[in-house]
């Protein structure tokens, strides 16, 4: 008994490290533990904004419509950058689907996936999201780079990127509403 006292924290160490070997435990936790990290993102100084080099970028939604992103020049646009396999992907999801059914009609949100139409819709149905799935047809607009999971670019009425996240972040959180609020009202 007296060598199971000694050893509780190396135990506990050995059961973390199984579960994160064991590929139907380690999504779970990797989901977990990014949004027990997650907090509102930070909005970039306003000398440091990039803008959108043009608006020559065409989508595709699930149902296979064509979408061109210049539709939404002069708008607020959330674009981010997803994969349903994206375990920090993931775990912010239920943030921006709370934050998109408050803002849905205020704001453009556009969930880009690089995966097939059937993977991403599925995905969203068995979670019921309603958020708004797209393909790329083109490459996106400079400086938009979605290369890292996830990333997420709030676009102001102007065309400055106002937010470049790259990872999970609590897209749903006080601040960052204050700062969508205010990205509106301009």
Known sequence: MKLFKNQW??????????????????KPI????????????SVNDEDDRKKI???NWV??????????FSEFE???VIVNFWATWCPPCIAEMPSFQELYEDYGNKA???????????????YMKRKRF????YKML?????????????????????????????????WNSDSFRQTLDKLIAE
């Open 9 to 26: 924290s190396n135990i506990i160490i050995i059961v973390i490290v199984l579960a994160m070997v064991i590929p139907q435990t380690r």
């Open 30 to 41: 990797q989901i977990f533990v990014n949004k027990l990290i997650s907090f509102a993102p």
């Open 53 to 55: 080099a043009d608006y």
């Open 59 to 68: 989508l595709e939604n699930v149902r296979g419509k064509r979408t061109e």
């Open 74 to 76: 002069g708008e607020v």
């Open 108 to 122: 453009t949100f556009l969930f880009v996936s690089g995966e097939q139409h059937e993977t991403v819709d599925g």
């Open 130 to 133: 309603t958020l708004p799935s």
């Open 138 to 170: 083109t490459k996106a607009p400079e400086p938009m780079d979605g290369r890292t999971l996830p990333t997420t670019y709030v676009i102001s009425k102007d065309g400055s990127i106002v937010v470049d996240k790259v990872g999970s972040a609590d």
